[in-house]
């Protein structure tokens, strides 16, 4: 019945969410998204039967689903969720954007209502702020999209420790002086994982990033660069981006 699992190498991870895959493997693509934000994400065929077997048997935090049709068997499935699991979050994937249809969901167990079309960082970012506070925030959604758009393998482990290295070098630039005592550490503690897993997937990471080529300042880049320079680089990019300084 479970399709699929991510997070598995990430340990430390508060939250788990169940999310539902339809057709088009979108469910599969936003599940394996969310795990770059700290949740352990699982999804299953988008079945109102497949939820109810899998939420009997395990403990989740929030379901994701698509309810492209709103029929009085999804009012009903809202309904048994919230009685049954009434700390799990309830977010349907709705294609309607009518206040009416939004307000009829919530008002009978749902804590929001996505809309589609939407990508997958901007609705991780609505449904991390559910769970996470700001300093909470294993990775930022912002910090995701900027190196997803560079080209850098969101599949990978790595992907997961150099988002965190690159919030870490923007907020406390200091850390780059000396990475391996400095940075490493410091993603460890910020992911609950280990220096030597975080070493790990960012050697792992990069090396298949710079053999398929990465953006870097506009130009695809296919020379390795070393880590320090990197992150460097990677976050003054990002800061005039966005006009942090």
Not at 58 to 79: E, P
């Amino acid at each position: 019945m479970l399709s699929g699992y991510y997070g598995k190498g990430v340990e430390g991870l508060k939250y788990k969410l169940l999310v539902g895959n339809n057709i088009e493997g979108s469910g599969k693509k936003l599940a394996q998204t969310l795990s770059y934000f700290g949740f352990t994400s699982e999804y299953c065929t988008n079945s109102f039967k497949n939820f109810e077997e899998l939420l009997s048997k395990v403990s989740y935090d929030g379901l994701i689903f698509f309810a492209l049709r709103i029929t009085d068997n999804t009012i009903s499935f809202i309904q048994e969720c919230k009685s049954n699991y009434p700390n799990m979050k309830i977010y349907p994937i709705i294609t309607s954007d009518l206040t009416k249809v939004k307000k009829q969901l919530i008002d009978v167990g749902a804590d929001a209502c996505i809309t589609m079309p939407y990508t997958d960082y901007s609705l991780c970012a609505d449904i991390i702020g559910d769970f996470y506070t700001s300093d909470e925030m294993p990775i930022l959604p912002e910090i995701a999209d900027f190196l997803w758009r560079r080209r850098f393998p969101g599949h990978m482990l790595g992907f997961y420790s150099l988002c965190s290295a690159l919030e870490i070098a923007i907020e406390t630039p200091e850390s780059l002086e000396k990475i391996t005592i400095g940075l490493y550490p410091a993603i460890a503690e910020k992911i609950n994982s280990t220096y030597e897993n975080v070493e790990r997937s960012l050697r792992v990471m990069l090396l298949s990033a710079f053999n398929n080529g990465v953006i870097i300042n506009g130009k695809l880049v296919h020379r390795r660069i070393k880590n320090k320079e990197l992150i460097k680089l990677l976050a003054d990019e990002y800061i005039e981006e966005n006009g942090i300084r």
